[in-house]
């Protein structure tokens, strides 16, 4: 039976907190727990705004120094002040018009299906950042002992 | 031709929604039933038979219907 197979398994460290970067880490959790995968996601750095509760419903995207947005600011124009804020909307209307959840919604999916959320307690740390100030959806704070014991038997490892 | 037990339509909707979507249908679906499931995402063609494979369903087939990609996808008994 396909059942008693060991599962495949999957760990990712989410390190960017920008709306652009949310995006790869969620999709393909969500899409790895719904293939029966054994999924975990290890947020550290910037990547913790992801799953913060002031943050993760506005992370934003810069036109500052990025040549590859659908449509190209110069960076003299894209330092104005209001220039990230529209990039933001932009990319907003473009994924919902693409029919693209929003990360909550993908947060959510994900934990519904059983994905792992682990903050990254050093990065907490230094940040001051509690783990009152993420979701509810976080599992477990661990340091980078604990990610790569989890890690090491996982068939796809990711860095994002 | 393949009967389905049950009908699912993802037009329009994006990656990854018709792989979840369709997760939670299997779910719900007895053993030994199947189904039906139509997506408008392009990158389902190749997504569709990967996922079925990942979860041990039975892709009994797929085409084109109208512009839109359907699959019988059958739950092992």
């Not at chain 1, 652009?20 to 913790?48: N, Q, R």
């Not at chain 1, 038997?153 to 994002?160: K, M, P, Q, R, Y």
């Not at chain 2, 990942?54 to 009994?60: C, H, P």
């Given at each position: 039976?396909?059942?008693?197979?060991?599962?495949?398994?999957?760990?990712?460290?989410?390190?960017?907190?920008?709306?652009?970067?949310?995006?790869?880490?969620?999709?393909?959790?969500?899409?790895?727990?719904?293939?029966?995968?054994?999924?975990?996601?290890?947020?550290?750095?910037?990547?913790?705004?992801?799953?913060?509760?002031?943050?993760?419903?506005?992370?934003?995207?810069?036109?500052?120094?990025?040549?590859?947005?659908?449509?190209?600011?110069?960076?003299?124009?894209?330092?104005?002040?209001?220039?990230?804020?529209?990039?933001?909307?932009?990319?907003?209307?473009?994924?919902?018009?693409?029919n693209?959840?929003?990360?909550?919604?993908?947060?959510?999916?994900?934990?519904?299906?059983?994905?792992?959320?682990?903050?990254?307690?050093?990065?907490?740390?230094?940040?001051?950042?509690?783990?009152?100030?993420?979701?509810?959806?976080?599992?477990?704070?661990?340091?980078?002992?604990?990610?790569?014991?989890?890690?090491?038997?996982?068939?796809?490892?990711?860095?994002? | 031709?393949?009967?389905?037990?049950?009908?699912?339509d993802t037009s329009g909707l994006s990656?990854?929604m018709p792989?979840?979507?369709?997760?939670?249908?299997?779910?719900?679906?007895?053993?030994?039933?199947?189904?039906?499931l139509i997506a408008t995402d392009r990158g389902s063609r190749?997504?569709?038979?990967?996922?079925?494979?990942?979860?041990?369903?039975?892709?009994?087939?797929?085409?084109e219907e109208n512009g839109k990609f359907i699959?019988?996808?059958?739950?092992?008994?």
């Amino acid at each position: 039976m396909a059942e008693e197979k060991k599962k495949k398994k999957m760990c990712i460290i989410v390190s960017k907190g920008t709306l652009d970067a949310a995006y790869p880490p969620l999709i393909l959790a969500s899409t790895a727990a719904s293939m029966d995968w054994e999924v975990h996601l290890f947020f550290t750095f910037y990547g913790l705004d992801i799953i913060n509760k002031k943050k993760y419903k506005n992370l934003k995207v810069a036109p500052i120094a990025n040549p590859a947005m659908p449509m190209p600011v110069p960076n003299i124009i894209g330092m104005l002040p209001g220039m990230t804020a529209m990039a933001t909307m932009m990319m907003k209307r473009m994924m919902k018009k693409g029919n693209v959840p929003s990360v909550e919604e993908l947060i959510n999916m994900c934990k519904e299906m059983g994905v792992k959320f682990y903050g990254c307690q050093m990065t907490m740390d230094v940040m001051g950042i509690s783990e009152d100030d993420l979701l509810p959806v976080i599992d477990a704070c661990l340091g980078a002992a604990g990610y790569l014991d989890i890690a090491s038997d996982a068939d796809v490892n990711l860095f994002i | 031709m393949v009967e389905a037990d049950e009908v699912l339509d993802t037009s329009g909707l994006s990656c990854p929604m018709p792989v979840l979507k369709a997760k939670k249908a299997m779910d719900s679906l007895a053993p030994g039933k199947v189904l039906k499931l139509i997506a408008t995402d392009r990158g389902s063609r190749n997504d569709i038979p990967a996922w079925a494979k990942n979860n041990g369903y039975e892709l009994l087939e797929s085409g084109e219907e109208n512009g839109k990609f359907i699959f019988y996808i059958k739950k092992p008994e």
